[in-house]
């Protein structure tokens, strides 16, 4: 009898086992990472930014609120947020108060696909099956049924009473540290609500320093910062693959992107030029999918300095 199930009783402990420190676990296990990228003019004193992305909000999430409000305490110069703030339709007044110290600092917004739509209970073999068929969001599939709104527009109003820009689909200079920092960004790529056309043509030499912002790193928004000469772009959406192997990495990306990039610093070239881009692996999960393994929940403090 031990020779015949000593093996399928151990995987299955196994198995019982990394659930239990995945979702009980890991998925609170709020880390912050540090990276200093080289894209300011020579002569420029060093910035530091504060990356947050993929919050996914659900009601009752206190352990992540408060670590949020924490992150005031670091003094970033600004803020870039990247979406992907909700995962509860009725989550807005959390999202607001867990981000209320972080709005005292000047700062930036784009919105993600569930920032606008709910969450919906889905196999999640199916993200291994789209990338597979090069299929992601509606980027190749057809759009979702009985899609639940969320009230995106509060959550619009609320960071723009403190002073973020709105970057959907449109420029914007920001102030900090005595810099002119010169954001541009589209709205979602993963829904096909980017409109990079609107914002083409590359920095126009408004701020000290120019960069990207965007949800989804898809590579046709990579594509048109980079061709466009933005020095850095930054992204979110990806969670850094979520339930990743260790040693090995990344399953998927949720995109078109490689998982070699999934999350972290990198870099990627078009036409020529080459720009840094940062991925944030995000601080939530889908509320239907509360798991992380291998790929703890972050933010990311970006030291911009001058290039060499």
């Known amino acids: 009898m031990r020779a015949r199930y000593g093996v399928p009783l151990g995987i299955v402990a196994a198995g019982a ?32 930014v ?7 909000m659900v009601r009752g999430q206190r352990k992540k609120q408060r670590w949020l409000r924490t992150l005031a305490g670091l003094r970033p110069d600004f803020v870039i947020n990247t979406g992907d703030n909700l995962s509860d339709p009725e989550g807005v007044p959390e999202v607001l108060d867990a981000l209320g110290p972080l709005m005292e600092f000047p700062g930036a917004y784009v919105f993600g696909s569930n920032d606008y739509y709910g969450p919906k209970l889905r196999n999640p073999a ?42 959907t689909n449109t420029r914007g200079v920001l102030k900090a540290a005595g810099v002119s920092v010169e954001l541009t ?6 829904i ?19 960069l990207g912002v ?13 061709a466009d000469g933005y020095p850095l772009v930054l992204a979110g959406h990806t969670h850094g693959g979520q339930l990743c192997l260790p040693f090995y990495g990344a399953f998927v990306t949720n995109c078109d992107l490689d998982t070699e990039r999934v999350k972290g610093l990198s870099t990627h070239t078009a036409e020529g030029r080459t720009a840094y881009m940062h991925v944030s692996a995000g601080c939530g999960t889908n509320r239907y999918t509360p ?11 970006l030291t911009l300095v001058a290039e060499d």
Not at 18 to 46: D, I, K, Q, W
Not at 185 to 190: E, F, L, R, S, T
Request: aromatic share 10%; glycine share 10%; charged share 20%.
């Open 185 to 190: 960004g589209v709205d979602d790529p993963h």
């Open 17 to 48: 086992a990394g659930l239990v420190y995945s979702a009980g676990f890991e998925v609170r296990s709020f880390r912050l990472r540090r990276v200093t990228v080289p894209v300011l003019p020579a002569g420029m004193p060093p910035l530091r």
């Open 214 to 226: 965007v949800h989804a790193p898809y590579i046709r928004s990579l594509d048109a910062f980079t």
């Open 126 to 167: 199916r993200y291994l099956f789209e990338k597979a068929q090069g299929k992601h969001g509606l980027n190749g599939n057809a759009p979702a049924v009985g899609a639940i709104h969320n009230p995106w527009q509060d959550l619009r109003d609320g960071f723009d009473e403190a002073g973020w820009l709105n970057l």
């Open 291 to 301: 798991v992380r393994f291998a790929c703890p929940p972050e933010a990311t403090l």
């Open 50 to 56: 504060l990356h947050v992305s993929d919050i996914h």
């Open 192 to 210: 096909r609500r980017d409109r990079y056309e609107e914002v083409a043509g590359g920095p126009s030499g408004a701020g000290d320093v120019a």
